[in-house]
Nanobody, 122 residues
């Protein structure tokens, strides 16, 4: 099946760092763009960062600019989210998602992972 698989979530103190990994499948035919979403209880799911498999275009939500970095390893079909200076408000389930098109934001994503929990304590 075409489904990303996330890993790397966990519990971290405020100010700490965490790196999420996403393993994608059939990216060449099915997933031209990849994004990291997060969903916290009582809040709407939001796109945190996104990247294409080619080129250098990226997207970041204003809330994470300067703290989070999205990157890719094409040889491994992997996408990463390096999260630094974590805040309690970053606590959420983080999802890796892919889409067939190349647009990064303001669009629907087609393939979703099951999510990985990130908890930031004070």
């Amino acid at each position: 099946q075409v489904q990303p698989v996330e890993s790397g979530g966990g519990l971290v103190q405020a100010g700490g760092s965490l790196r999420l990994s996403c393993a994608a499948s059939e990216r060449s035919s099915s997933m031209n763009a990849m994004g990291w979403f997060r969903h916290a209880p009582g809040k709407e799911r939001e796109l945190v960062a996104a990247i294409r498999w080619s080129g250098n275009s990226t997207y970041y939500a204003d809330s994470v600019k300067g703290r989070f970095t999205i990157s890719r390893d094409n040889a491994k079909n992997a996408v990463y989210l390096q999260m630094n200076s974590l805040k309690p408000e970053d606590t959420a389930v983080y999802y890796c998602a892919g889409r067939r098109g190349s647009l990064l934001s303001g669009v629907e994503y087609d393939y979703w992972g099951q999510g990985t929990q990130v908890t930031v304590s004070s």
